[in-house]
């Protein structure tokens, strides 16, 4: 058995740690509705810039989720309202590659006269705007990237790092299931546990802690469930929840549910959002890319779960999804299929 053997940085990567290095305060921004990834890593180079007495400020357009609040142990999380910025050197960008997707946040940074500083291993399509990026598409998790940092800084991560490290990993890889678990995932984790992570702890907080209606708003997300292509595209529209009703927060139970279903390759879920768009959360678990559908509707992510925003009626969301997936994985001349019966 081979020992695990970090990868040096890369020039561009040298370039990254170089900023970190030579200035002193931080700004660490995620992308609208920052997920365990964004947040895990958000928290863990917080603890590393600490860790080099350095001051750093966690800002985002959305506030840390109840079953991820351990993680302000890690530093200061604010939530961005409006008004003036942290006063900063460097903008770090965790998690994503396009300013945009900071939602009203992309404005004020734009503007600011800050260094800006990408972290993330997401695929990135268009010109590059930063100063600097430590950025591997291979990486399982941006918060693993993190981790690398603090390594090449010659940082121990205390246990809030080490847990944010954790939870990067575990969210991004669905707890181990998805195919960018890779060797250095168990290394890295293992490290966190011999740190003082605890497993079953965090599991607790970030998977038993839904609201009592999340039962009955995932059934009434898997009552609009309709197969198509042969049962190879799996396609789930769901509009407001009414009056009664419960809301779904979090879809990723509906997408690791009928994505388990044996001839499912791709599963499709959007939904309807009280600003007028549709958001689209795309998986597949074979070969379609599901990026590649993403980036025709101006989104993005990684080969096997990317998203994007539909500034149109779910319905006409939800017809040119499937038209898009069918002329991407099966040839534009081929006519729709009928759905099956729900």
Known sequence: MTSYVLPSPTPDQERALDLLRAHQRFLLVGHVRPDGDCLGAQAALART???????AWILNTDPLPASLDYLAAAGRFRVFTGGDLPAHDVCVFL??????????????????????????????????????AFVDVRAAATGLLVWRMARHLEVELDLPG?????????????????SNTDAETFH?????????????????????????????????????????????????????AAAGEADL??????????????????????????????????????TCNVNDLARRFQGGGHAKASGATLRMPLA???????????????????????????
């Open 188 to 240: 890295v984790v293992s490290e966190m546990v011999a740190a003082g992570v605890e497993p079953a702890a965090l599991f607790a907080s970030i998977y038993q802690r839904t609201g009592r209606d999340e039962p009955r708003a995932i059934a009434r997300a898997l009552g609009r469930l309709e197969y198509l292509d042969g049962g190879r595209i799996a396609v789930i529209d769901l509009p407001l």
């Open 316 to 342: 006409e969301a939800k017809s040119a999804l499937v038209r898009a997936a069918l002329e991407l994985w099966t040839g534009p001349d081929v006519e729709a299929p009928r759905s099956h019966a729900r």
């Open 162 to 178: 080490a847990r944010g490290v954790f939870t990067s990993i575990v969210t991004d890889t669905g707890w181990f299931k998805y």
């Open 49 to 55: 810039l600490a860790a080099l007495g350095k001051e």
């Open 95 to 132: 998690d994503f590659c396009e300013i945009d997707r900071c939602g009203g946040l992309a404005a004020p940074l734009r503007a600011a006269g800050s260094r800006k500083l990408v972290v993330d291993h997401h695929i990135h399509h268009g010109s590059t705007w930063w100063d600097a």
């Open 249 to 286: 927060v979090d879809s990723d139970a509906v997408l690791d549910l009928v994505r388990a279903v044996e001839a499912v390759e791709v599963v499709l879920f959007v939904r309807e959002s009280r600003d007028g768009s549709c958001k689209l959360s795309a998986r597949s678990k074979t």
